[in-house]
């Protein structure tokens, strides 16, 4: 007999256990699908409908009576907004004592954490940091699905280039590489390996696709774009989610090439399932269908239904326009769109575990909300999150001496406006103010003079005392300004970007004490603050920083935590800039100041306020030219280079290298440059790190203009530094 050699029998066994499991795997699949074949042959039209449907309870996570009765009848597929053991067990026990017993979906705006809430998307997008994100998202989900909700509406995967769009602050900014990494995270975070696990919940991309390039930064407003835009620019995000294996996706609200996402078959079957071979839910945003009738695409409910289920929509979101539909022309071709969607949301419901474990556990959602690590990561992500824009003469850190503090600004307060847009089940009372964490820190030998200043309703107070007065003895001034949470988020488009001047007042005020101050900047957009900017010595820019966002700011005024936060959205100096945007392409007539008949303003300087990729640290740090492996690579290799990292000050700090990529010259106009690769790195004082990248040339490639993907040869230029706007200069070339 012929001896196998020890390797190759290694090697047989492998291959053994490899098809093993490879078989098994494939076996469980056929048992799913035999078992919603199964379900689905015992199903009534009006049943099958029932499960294309979820309805949106009361925002305090309670059912209303009319849904009820739907989940009574075994005609309904689940609900959004219902939440909690109590709430949710009511309902599923109503669907489960109907003859099919399919349990009910329960979902939620879980955005940005659940009960315990982390910095608003757009800020953690500040952190540069993957993991912080995939961390966030893993307690948002562990904590939603104590309260026995399994499905979020997130991570928003748009590229949003225009701040006066309000939902600019649920995405990860302007960048459509560092979108793709965050909603890759995020998805991660919320799904983890197995989504049916107890701490686990299946993620929704949305909003497919092209949101966040509203005309005008106006929610829900049509989208120019060209293919070729779409593709480099707005797909890419939800493609990394989809690689991720987020289970589901919503279309946008608006149009994109007159066809809106709802109703848009070449967006959903052509991309998105023949493409791309997605084979999950797709759910409409909140009454979306019915919007078909607004935008003149249909004449009643029944008709957008029609053009929703022709296009690929799985889900309707609380409206009944499938029903109008398919009760209208019940014909074979419109049956078995019904039956394939109901196939995709059974298959969702039995990988989500529902079948097995269709409740809560009340004790379980008692033990994990607000758990004392979810705090303690919060507080992580919120101090992680803040940007310094200025820091002249070290004003910070404050001086560890100073025990007199005044705090001026009514947002230094505002419990509801530190959660911000979109808080999940958060609720102000658990939230930690910048006033009561300076408190807490200087203890009882510290005095914090914070009176009440009134609130900020729109653009004014509502009272005239603003503090000032009292601030005359104190040590140290710091002054909070910004937007409330009523300000930004969905709805709230903003055709001004500057602080309301009564913000703008008060900081005078505080400037003419004559005594050391820091501007801390509270919102969910860029701000026009050009003024701000000129004028005062340092600018923490903290974002909604979350339940715990009291504390986070104050580690970071402090030093406790030395700010390491870069800017995801360039910041423009007035909206007349807009979009302004670090890779805009160039023209046949760059900028030159000099030279009047180039493309410029001619009243205002044409940089932004602040680049994106911004952000200073209390040390200083130095990037070396990169050293770079090979300078001449095939379409199919990678680029490798290395870096240094040297921190030139005297305490540790965190560095974001950025490494960017202009290709020189192709046969379409390309960027200026492109994010193509970071690092976020700890150098001790003194002390100097090397770091190390590797980019797939694949990556470096572009969309023709009559369609197709393409890795051109020739030279590129890679640019490495601290954000877009500094940087150390390497040449390599693709053959």
Not at 143 to 172: C, K, L, M, Q, Y
Not at 356 to 384: C, I
Not at 651 to 667: F, K, N, P, R, T
Not at 691 to 701: R, T
Request: hydrophobic share 40%; net charge neutral; aromatic share 8%.
């Amino acid at each position: 007999m012929r001896m196998i050699p020890p390797l190759s029998r290694r090697l047989v066994v492998s291959l053994s256990v490899a098809v093993g499991a490879t078989l098994a795997v494939s076996a469980r699949a056929q048992d799913v699908e035999a078992r919603i074949e199964g379900i689905l042959s015992k199903l009534t039209l009006q049943e099958k409908l029932g499960q294309l449907r979820i309805v949106d309870g009361h925002a305090g996570g309670g059912w209303k009576p009319e849904h009820m009765y739907l989940a009574q009848r075994g005609v309904l597929g689940g609900t959004f907004n219902v939440r909690g053991d109590e709430a949710t067990r009511e309902m599923q026990e109503a669907a489960l004592r109907t003859r099919h017993k399919i349990p009910l979906v329960f979902a939620f705006d879980v955005v940005h954490g659940y009960r315990t809430v982390f910095p608003v998307p757009l800020g953690e997008a500040a952190s540069w940091d993957t993991d912080l994100a995939e961390r966030c998202a893993a307690v948002a989900a562990k904590e939603a699905r104590s309260a026995n909700v399994s499905w979020t509406f997130a991570p928003v995967a748009d590229v949003a280039r225009d701040p006066r769009w309000g939902r600019i602050v649920e995405g990860s900014g302007e960048d459509t590489y560092l979108s793709s990494v965050f909603t890759a995270a995020r998805v991660r975070g919320f799904q983890g390996k197995d989504v049916s696990a107890p701490d686990r919940m299946m993620a929704c991309l949305k909003h497919f696709a092209g949101s966040g390039a509203a005309e005008g930064g106006r929610d829900y407003n049509v989208a120019d774009l060209s293919e070729r835009t779409l593709r480099e620019t707005h797909f890419p995000p939800f493609q990394a989610g989809l690689a991720a294996g987020a289970g589901s996706i919503m279309p946008s609200f608006h149009s994109i090439d007159g066809v809106p996402g709802t109703g848009n078959p070449w967006l959903l079957k052509d991309v998105l399932r023949k493409e791309w071979g997605f084979k999950g839910v797709v759910v409409t945003d909140y009454d979306a269908i019915f919007e078909l009738v607004h935008h003149r695409m249909a004449d009643y409910g029944g008709e957008a239904g029609q053009l929703a289920l022709d296009a690929g929509v799985t889900v309707e979101m609380r409206g009944s326009c499938f029903f109008e539909a398919v009760q209208e022309a019940p014909t074979p071709a419109n049956l078995k769109l019904v039956d394939d969607a109901v196939r995709d949301v059974l298959r969702m419901k039995i990988k989500l575990g529902l079948f097995e474990k269709p409740f809560g556990n009340a004790a379980l959602e008692r033990s994990t909300l607000l758990h004392p690590d979810h705090l303690k990561l919060a507080r992580e992500a919120a101090a992680k999150s803040c940007v310094l824009l200025k820091n002249d003469n070290n004003t910070l850190p404050i001086a560890k001496t100073v025990r007199k503090i005044a705090i001026v600004g009514p947002l230094a307060d505002d419990r509801t406006s530190l959660i911000g847009s979109w808080p999940g089940d958060g609720r102000p009372e658990d939230a930690v103010t910048l006033v009561d964490a300076v408190r807490e820190r200087l203890g009882k030998d510290g005095t914090v003079i914070h009176e009440a200043a009134g609130s900020v309703q729109g653009f004014s107070f509502k009272r005239p005392s603003d503090g000032v007065e009292a601030a005359k003895d104190a040590e140290f001034v710091i002054v909070v300004v910004g937007e409330t949470a009523e300000m930004s988020g969905e709805a709230q488009s903003r055709s001004s970007l500057e602080l309301p001047a009564q913000q703008l007042d008060l900081i005078g005020k505080v400037r003419a004490l004559g005594k050391p101050y820091a501007v801390v900047v509270m919102a969910g957009r860029p701000l026009t603050l050009g003024w701000l900017k000129e004028t005062n010595p340092a600018i923490l820019y903290t974002w909604f920083a979350g339940t715990m966002g009291g504390p986070g700011i104050t580690d970071v005024l402090f030093g406790d935590v030395n700010p390491s936060g870069k800017l995801p959205v360039t910041f423009p100096r007035s909206v007349g800039q807009i979009p302004l945007t670090y890779n805009s392409t160039p023209t046949g007539r760059p900028f030159d100041p000099g030279n009047k008949w180039t493309s410029k303003y001619f009243d205002i300087e044409n940089s932004p306020l602040w680049p994106f990729g911004f952000g200073l640290s209390y040390t200083n740090f130095s990037i070396s030219s990169p050293l770079i492996k090979s300078s001449n690579i095939s379409a199919d290799g990678k680029l490798e280079f290395t870096v240094t990292v040297r921190n030139t000050g005297k305490v540790d700090g965190d560095e974001v290298v950025q490494a960017y990529v202009q290709d020189d010259v192709a046969s379409v106009a390309r960027p200026s440059k492109e994010l193509k690769a970071f690092r976020r790195v700890s150098v001790p004082a003194g002390k100097t790190v090397t770091v190390d990248f590797s980019i797939p040339a694949n990556a470096l490639g572009f969309w023709k203009p009559r369609g197709g993907y393409v890795v051109e040869p020739g030279s590129f230029t890679l640019m490495v530094g601290s954000s877009s706007e500094a940087y150390q200069v390497g040449r390599f070339s693709i053959r």
